[in-house]
């Protein structure tokens, strides 16, 4: 358009279809839900692992403005913070797992509500959201991302 270039990049995590659209002339990059700034991220379709690598690409791309699916616009640097915390809500779950919890007892036990508030509005589905978020890590991490993926065609 004009003297604008978009580029659209398939980055699968918080859901399969996820698409970030990319704007080289003013770098700029919109990450659909990929990137939620300072609020909880719903992982009830996520593929965690695959997020992760479409994390290193939004952080890859040369951008000084990330325009997230939630939240304030926010700069590359807060790449990471998504990344630490999808990071820190497998190990939680990797770790109650390891524990011998069964699926309803991670997902009544693991909550990062604390870390980050809800949307404005949706304070009181918190709890909900970090059953589903917990639940939905159990199924990763113990079905494996790929048997989902299959499951899901």
Known sequence: ???HTFQLIHLP?????????YIPEEKVVCTSDNIVYNTQPFLHQA??????QSLKVIAALNVHLIVPGHGDVCDRSYVKEVSRFLEDWIEAVREAIKRGLSREEVASSVSFLGRYPMNPGRESFGPELQRMNAGRLYDVLTQGEENLLKARK
């Open 1 to 3: 358009m004009g003297n």
């Open 47 to 52: 593929y965690p692992f695959r997020w992760l």
């Open 13 to 21: 995590g918080h859901s399969p279809y996820q698409v970030a659209v």
